[in-house]
């Protein structure tokens, strides 16, 4: 077959036909794989409450969006309220974000009703490998830093350069301060600023 | 030119990474480690390998003068629905990865290769092209993934997006933290090229 010369006519109906046979295409694979991607979305979000609540049977409550003001600019808050199969409260579970050293980083992090953290588990983050990216498991119970157990509201929530009670990951303050201002900043907006 | 040369041109002769220096971006970008380059160059691979097909189909359709733009929505298309389908079934790799997909869209060596070959060869001799230049790519990228990981963490082929815990090769402390950054990956690929280099003239 001779390839088709370059008249306007030609070019205009062959650019039309790619594009929307392209979109007709993309269009079904996007039905298709579009509520697989939100179960998965959904599937992870479920499983990370878990287990920042410490684990166990848990009913989590429909989604409430918190808004903060804080360093002059809004910030918002997802908070999924969490009980116990018969009904009591167990807490809460907030999604909080921070800038980080390399971007946002973002953390689900578990309080009891006082405001007790319960757990944690870092969301997204686009820290230093090696360095900012072990903020995973630096804080955790078995960790270096460990927070789990403490109050923002009355411990002293910042890294022990501050003068704060917790222990910094070694060469990454910055990664350090942001993972605690974030969660810092979800507990004032969900258990208020407490008396220190 | 028979089947088999074609794809020995694609690994060895006109290596992507090593010969032709295409497709610095994501050479750099992901291989902090012997999987993620790993998981990048099959990705590519299958980018390549129908992108080359349905462009040596359409090419005797497509104007001359609107060749790029065709060629481009084409790919666009391709690595679109490769996204969506690892979102949906593989969401391991494409945590690891999935800032680095939409980039394939503007990988040279894709539309590189859709120019240079595709566009003037039969689907199978673009097929087996594809697959060359696919494998080419991949080996170029795990062979560096794994020699920053080794050097940057003293551990080969660790992934904790699949639970695979690694060979330990030192101390679990015994790494130089700069080569899984950024300048170590360009350090890294200097040597690899100056060694195939060496080899290709010997």
Same mark, same amino acid.
């Given at each position: 077959?001779?390839?088709?010369?370059?008249?306007?006519?030609?070019?205009?109906?062959?650019?039309?036909?790619?594009?929307?046979?392209?979109?007709?295409?993309?269009?079904?694979?996007?039905?298709?794989?579009?509520?697989?991607?939100?179960?998965?979305?959904?599937?992870?979000?479920?499983?990370?409450?878990?287990?920042?609540?410490? %684990?166990?049977?848990?009913?989590?409550?429909?989604?409430?969006?918190?808004?903060?003001?804080?360093?002059?600019?809004?910030?918002?808050?997802?908070?999924?309220?969490?009980?116990d199969a018969s009904g009591t409260s167990l807490g809460k579970a907030i999604k909080t974000s921070e800038n980080g050293f390399g971007g946002d980083l973002?953390?689900?992090?578990?309080?009891?009703?006082?405001?007790? =953290?319960?757990?944690?588990?870092?969301?997204?983050?686009?820290?230093?490998?090696?360095?900012?990216?072990?903020?995973?498991?630096?804080?955790?119970?078995? %960790?270096? %830093?460990?927070?789990?157990?403490?109050?923002?509201?009355?411990?002293?929530?910042?890294?022990?350069?501050?003068? %704060?009670?917790?222990?910094? =990951?070694?060469?990454?303050?910055?990664?350090?301060?942001?993972?605690?201002?974030?969660?810092?900043?979800?507990?004032?907006?969900?258990?208020?600023?407490?008396?220190? | 030119?028979?089947?088999?040369?074609?794809?020995?041109?694609?690994?060895?002769?006109?290596?992507?990474?090593?010969?032709?220096?295409?497709?610095?971006?994501?050479?750099?970008?992901?291989?902090?480690?012997?999987?993620?380059?790993?998981?990048?160059?099959?990705?590519?691979?299958?980018?390549?390998?129908?992108?080359?097909?349905? =462009?040596?189909?359409?090419?005797?359709?497509?104007?001359?003068?609107?060749?790029?733009?065709?060629?481009? @929505? @084409?790919?666009?298309?391709?690595?679109?629905?490769?996204?969506?389908?690892?979102?949906?079934?593989?969401?391991?790799?494409?945590?690891?990865?999935?800032?680095?997909?939409?980039?394939?869209?503007?990988?040279?060596?894709?539309?590189?290769?859709?120019?240079?070959?595709?566009?003037?060869?039969?689907?199978?001799?673009?097929?087996?092209?594809?697959?060359g230049i696919g494998i080419g790519f991949t080996i170029a990228l795990t062979l560096l993934g794994a020699c920053r990981e080794i050097l940057g963490t003293g551990v080969l082929f660790k992934s904790d997006d699949f639970g695979i815990a690694g060979i330990p090769l030192q101390g679990e402390s015994g790494?130089?933290?700069?080569?899984?950054?950024?300048?170590?990956?360009?350090? @890294?690929?200097?040597?690899?090229?100056?060694?195939?280099?060496?080899?290709?003239?010997?």
């Open positions: 077959m001779k390839k088709l010369s370059s008249s306007l006519l030609n070019m205009v109906i062959v650019l039309t036909l790619i594009a929307v046979i392209a979109g007709g295409i993309l269009a079904y694979v996007n039905s298709v794989t579009a509520p697989q991607i939100e179960k998965i979305n959904a599937d992870n979000l479920a499983a990370g409450i878990k287990s920042v609540m410490g %684990g166990g049977d848990v009913q989590v409550a429909p989604e409430e969006t918190m808004t903060a003001t804080i360093g002059g600019k809004d910030k918002l808050f997802a908070v999924y309220p969490v009980s973002e953390v689900l992090v578990g309080f009891d009703p006082e405001g007790t =953290i319960l757990g944690y588990t870092v969301l997204q983050h686009a820290e230093t490998p090696g360095l900012g990216a072990k903020a995973g498991l630096w804080f955790q119970k078995d %960790g270096k %830093g460990n927070i789990i157990g403490m109050n923002p509201g009355k411990n002293n929530f910042t890294v022990s350069k501050d003068g %704060g009670e917790v222990d910094a =990951i070694t060469a990454s303050t910055i990664t350090s301060r942001a993972f605690l201002k974030a969660i810092q900043n979800a507990y004032d907006t969900a258990y208020g600023n407490s008396s220190k | 030119m028979s089947y088999f040369k074609i794809l020995k041109n694609g690994i060895v002769k006109e290596n992507p990474t090593f010969v032709l220096l295409l497709g610095m971006c994501p050479t750099l970008g992901t291989t902090s480690s012997a999987i993620n380059g790993l998981s990048m160059g099959l990705a590519t691979t299958f980018v390549l390998i129908l992108s080359n097909l349905i =462009i040596s189909l359409i090419k005797n359709l497509v104007p001359d003068k609107v060749r790029i733009p065709s060629y481009i @929505v @084409v790919i666009a298309s391709l690595v679109t629905i490769l996204q969506m389908l690892m979102q949906a079934y593989l969401p391991g790799i494409y945590a690891t990865l999935g800032l680095f997909i939409p980039l394939i869209v503007v990988n040279c060596i894709i539309l590189g290769r859709a120019e240079a070959f595709a566009a003037k060869n039969g689907p199978v001799e673009s097929i087996f092209d594809g697959v790494g130089m933290l700069m080569f899984v950054l950024a300048p170590g990956a360009f350090i @890294v690929l200097g040597y690899l090229i100056a060694i195939v280099n060496k080899m290709r003239k010997a």
